[in-house]
């Protein structure tokens, strides 16, 4: 089974502190995701890499960034957390190597509830 | 860009009952169609997706989705819901750039009440 696993189940953290969320994958699987999932807003793409040291921009990047030096690893970084960054984070990994739509199953980790105060 | 999108945030039925979850996709190519299921405190799991090999689909705990194109619709369904199915479901479509990215609905909670 693929098994997809982050850090911290819950994290609180200050206003304005930098804030690193892990994310593992022991299925060596090429993709890797980040998302934040809030009330009413389903889940939004924040970071995606598709190879190790490769990152793109998913649909809300502002206030974040990604780091990937291994492949089975993928680190959301809040540089300077804000409230408004308070939310549900989950990682997911998949394989496809493909271009363009794919049929790939994204396998999900627990996610982690940050709380910025 | 491909969307979807799922009406009605809450949904509350019968134990026993049929359970009908809906989702409607805007793609400009043929889709990729999933549905995820996400259990208080979990992660999400894939439900089952729509690949192009047969417009009806099963997955697992007994639920089924009907690709429709005519309808651009990929409803999921459940002939007799358990307390257990109590979730949030996921609509979401495969996107056309790189890395099998997906988009998805902003979510349906099933509850099922005694």
């Not at chain 1, 889940?43 to 990604?66: A, H, N, Q, T, W």
């Not at chain 2, 979850?21 to 799991?45: D, I």
């Not at chain 2, 109590?86 to 099933?110: D, I, P, Q």
């Amino acid at each position: 089974d693929v098994k997809v696993t982050q850090s911290s189940r819950y994290l609180v953290k200050r206003t304005g502190e930098k804030v690193f969320l892990e994310c593992v994958q022991d299925m060596d699987h090429e993709n890797m995701f980040w998302y934040r999932q809030d009330p009413g807003l389903g889940l939004r793409l924040i970071y995606f890499s598709y190879d190790v040291k490769m990152k793109e921009k998913g649909d809300i990047p502002e206030g974040y960034s990604v780091s990937r030096e291994k492949k089975e690893r993928f680190s959301l970084i809040l540089e300077s957390a804000s409230t408004n960054q308070t939310s549900m984070y989950l990682c997911a990994s998949s394989f496809s190597l493909l271009q363009g739509a794919s049929t790939d199953t994204q396998y999900f980790g627990p996610g982690t509830r940050l709380t910025v105060l | 860009a491909q969307s979807v999108t799922q009406l009605g945030s809450h949904v509350s039925v019968s134990e026993g009952a049929l359970v009908l979850l809906r989702c409607n996709y805007s793609s400009s190519v043929p889709p990729y169609l999933f549905w995820y299921v996400q259990y208080p405190n979990q992660g999400l799991q894939l439900l089952l997706k729509y690949t192009s090999a047969a417009t009806l689909v099963k997955g697992i705990n007994g639920f089924e989705a009907e690709f429709k194109k005519s309808e651009t619709s990929f409803h999921l369904t459940k002939p007799s819901a358990h307390m257990s199915d109590a979730a949030e479901y996921f609509c979401a479509v495969s996107n056309t750039g790189t890395a099998s990215k997906l988009t998805f609905g902003t979510g349906t909670r099933l509850q099922v009440t005694l």
